[in-house]
């Protein structure tokens, strides 16, 4: 069942005369979890603004086409609206984050929604629980590491109870272990809590394993899509000049696709596939 | 050179942002400064160019004690490139964003030994001579913070997590112009917690974790040093997680040296 | 940019940081009115003074002398320039003396006041006490949000002189015109910077549903307990003592 049905998308930022993403056609089922990836200045920030509304409603330019998630036609709903289906989590810990704990934080959503007190308390618990920082609950964001800032901003769009999570390269300003721990956490709301996930990542090597699709973005096109190892294993994908795990790039020149049809995303999983072929001799 | 001598550095009492650090780094070299977030990496660059003073130790950047010298002297020599570009741009136009160190040092603007027209060829940003910064993509802008410092030829550069926001095509170019500085002479100096951009392209190492130096030395010693990445709560090169799950006698973080590994594993040769 | 320092909110535990600011607020406005009043300078001291125990019982005393020697040169300036209007003036060398300390321990007054009320409020209870004053939410959050983003402004106001000054900007050369032009390298960024972050906070904003409803509703709301007015009874006690020092005794 189509959560997100994205049909011939193009748009151009107001002061711009080239187009950010043109003819963009994209379905994805519900309970997905889709990798976004491509060289910088592709248009996957632009993308992702236009799946929670912000494009066009507060950016204005030229929208043509049609984005449709959760059954809403984004251009005739609010991104108030748009926002209570979708959650959008930005880079940038220090710009989504403004209230002096992390509960006011995770309760600023809930708030806007005008809920009763009660409803949004055992909001903000429940969220804070599901990614793991209950702790945090009367911490300054301010004093948190950049990766545990991530989360309450995770958990504060999850108070909003959205049934998918957009992520704009969450992990840029993250060191890799914070990177890690964060992107552990989109993988089991995605497995546990059923959570669609969209995710614009350059640390393929953490991820290509979690999801079920991968999406490369050039130059405003969306060029590929497909399951992770059709796509990562692709000749296309080298000469686009995205970071392509160490594993995979291995076993590309093992040739381990053409000699046993095996195409490990991971380094565990190229691991195996090396020590059982090599028993075998 | 570039010498620290038992240096500690607090920002705040009580706590130390760096403790005891001893460190040398000669002319020419080509060096990471590795560690987790909060570990003192910053901190220890500051000390380079003056920014920070040691309250206990020393620090003399070509002899010079950088007690004794005023921020501007040092970064004569000591060019500091930091992570965020728009911290940095703010002028009318691209060529007077370049041309800035050199007013402040009071260098030649015009001639053939214009440091604005260097940089200008040699980062391709002559579309954009005239043009205000703050209009230029992020990684242009990213781009442009690092030819307005290289303009004014310091001997030692400094970068500070210069791939944040980098695709890995963008990470090679700057690859591939840090080790073309460095063969023409300069000092290199990048601050980083990108594991795979040490992995693959710088080949010494100095790791710092809690404000102390804990290793120093050759990447591919230390990156495939299991305990001490630990020590360090630094993630292991993606190559190094492969040498050990494959369990290669010598661990790598040399694609080639992994692939033939590899290769001989499975009994054949590679592609 | 230290001045900054001492106007941050920081979390606290001491009785001052608990009052309601709405009581707090009543403290502001009534002595900020005192120091517009009264031009005697010993009066003036005593409404500075007003402030100290404040300071001492909220344990802020570190910030709240930041604010004060923040200012110092500012107050300087008020001091020179009140003091050559006045000599032109009048030609009164001890009126213009005396017209200068009034005017500096006036701003020296409102800069304490000032401090106390915002290192000990945090930005969500002002903005929680302006709703309940009905004041629109949107002014409100105005508010918090400029309170709240200050510190994050002087940290990058830091970064970005030591950006420049590894470029070779030195601050402290040159006349008084060549200082002012130094900031320019410092201020644009911050200016460009500023408006870049309001951007992208007004997208994680709506991104949350903000402006989904007319009336939001609030995890936590203020309640007045008697600490809060005890507070704001000895704020109007002490605000009326001094006014009557003017109304009765007849000084200025």
Request: aromatic share 8%; hydrophobic share 45%.
């Amino acid at each position: 069942m189509p959560i997100i049905e994205v049909r011939a998308l193009s748009y151009s930022y107001p002061d711009s005369t080239r187009p950010s993403i043109q003819d963009v056609n994209l379905t994805v089922d519900m309970g997905e979890f889709v990798l976004i990836t491509g060289p910088s200045g592709c248009g996957k920030t632009t993308f992702c603004r236009c799946l929670n509304g912000l494009i066009p409603n507060s950016y204005g330019g030229t929208f043509n086409g049609n984005v449709i998630v959760d059954g809403l036609l984004t251009t005739e709903h609010q991104v108030f609206e748009i926002a209570q289906h979708v959650g959008l989590v930005f880079q940038n810990p220090e710009n989504e984050l403004f209230c002096t704990t992390v509960e006011r934080e995770v309760a600023f959503g809930p708030e806007n929604l005008a809920l009763p007190r009660d409803e949004i308390r055992s909001r903000v618990e429940e969220a804070l629980s599901v990614v793991g920082i209950s702790q945090l609950l009367d911490k300054s964001p301010e004093e948190l590491s950049g990766g545990e800032q991530q989360k309450v901003a995770i958990a504060a769009l999850l108070a909003m109870k959205p049934r998918m999570l957009v992520l704009d390269e969450p992990t840029a300003n993250l060191d890799p272990l914070s990177a890690r721990s964060v992107l552990k956490i989109l993988s089991s709301l995605n497995t546990e809590s059923d959570v669609t996930i969209i995710l614009v990542e350059h640390r393929l090597e953490m991820v290509a394993h979690m999801a079920n699709r991968c999406v490369i973005f050039d130059d405003g096109k969306l060029v590929l899509s497909g399951e992770p190892s059709d796509v990562l294993y692709s000749d296309m994908v080298d000469r686009i000049g995205i970071g392509i795990p160490k594993a995979v790039q291995v076993a590309k020149r093992l040739a381990l696709n053409s000699k046993f049809g095996k195409r490990p995303l991971s380094s565990l999983e190229l691991a195996d596939i090396i020590m059982l072929k090599g028993d075998k001799g | 050179m570039i010498l620290f001598e038992d240096v500690s550095y607090s920002y705040a009492p009580g706590r130390y942002a760096l403790e005891h650090v001893n460190l040398s780094i000669g002319e020419a070299e080509l060096v990471a400064i590795l560690g987790e977030n909060g570990a003192g990496k910053t901190t220890l660059v500051k000390h380079i160019n003056g920014l920070l003073r040691p309250q206990i130790g020393k620090v003399t950047v070509y002899g010079i004690d950088t007690k004794t010298s005023t921020v501007a002297a040092l970064a004569r020599k000591v060019g500091l490139v930091f992570q965020n570009p728009d911290h940095q741009l703010f002028a009318e136009t691209v060529e007077k964003e370049l041309a800035f160190a050199l007013v402040n040092f009071g260098m030649p603007l015009l001639g053939t030994s214009s440091g604005v027209d260097w940089a200008i060829k040699e980062f391709e940003l002559n579309q954009y001579r005239e043009r205000p910064p703050f209009l230029l993509s992020g990684g242009e802008r990213k781009r442009l913070a690092l030819a307005s410092v290289l303009c004014y030829n310091p001997q030692i550069l400094i970068l500070d997590e210069p791939t944040t926001g980098q695709d890995s095509r963008q990470k090679s170019r700057l690859a591939n112009l840090l080790k073309r500085l460095n063969r023409e002479g300069k000092t290199v100096i990048v601050v980083t917690h990108d594991m795979e951009f040490v992995a693959d392209f710088i080949p010494r190492v100095v790791m710092l974790s809690k404000g102390r130096v804990i290793a120093e030395g050759l990447a591919e010693e230390i990156l495939t040093n299991r305990e001490l990445l630990m020590s360090a709560s630094l993630l292991p090169p993606q190559l190094a997680e492969l040498s050990w799950d494959l369990t290669l006698k010598k661990p790598s973080i040399d694609l080639e040296q992994v692939i033939s590994e590899a290769s001989s594993l499975l009994g054949g040769s590679p592609r | 940019m230290k001045v900054l320092y001492g106007f941050e909110y920081r979390r606290g535990t001491s009785v001052i940081h608990k009052i309601d600011p709405r009581s707090k607020l009543a403290y502001v406005i009534l002595f900020t009115a005192l120091t517009v009043y009264f031009v005697n300078p010993l009066v003036l001291l005593l409404v500075l003074s007003s402030s100290f125990p404040i300071v001492l019982i909220s344990r802020i005393a570190n910030r709240w002398i930041q604010s004060i020697k923040g200012s110092l040169l500012f107050i300087a300036f008020i001091f020179i320039f009140n003091f050559i209007g006045i000599v032109w003036a009048t030609g009164s060398i001890w009126g213009a003396v005396t017209s200068g300390i009034s005017m500096s321990i006036r701003f020296i007054a409102l800069i304490s006041i000032f401090s106390v009320f915002f290192l000990t409020t945090s930005p969500e209870d002002l903005t929680q006490s302006m709703v309940q004053m009905r004041i629109p939410y949107d002014y409100a959050l105005t508010f918090n949000m400029a309170m709240r983003f200050v510190p994050t402004l002087s940290r990058e106001a830091q970064i970005i002189m030591d950006a420049q000054r590894s470029r070779g900007l030195e601050m402290e050369k040159g006349n008084l015109i060549q200082r002012i032009r130094n900031y320019i390298p410092v201020l644009i960024p911050l200016i460009i910077s500023s408006f870049r972050r309001a951007e992208l906070v007004a997208d994680a904003m709506e991104s949350r549903a903000f402006g989904a409803s007319k009336k939001r509703s609030s995890l936590y709301i203020l309640k007045m307990e008697n600490r809060d007015t005890l507070f704001f009874a000895i704020s109007v006690a002490s605000f009326l003592l001094l006014l009557s020092l003017k109304l009765v005794l007849g000084i200025q």
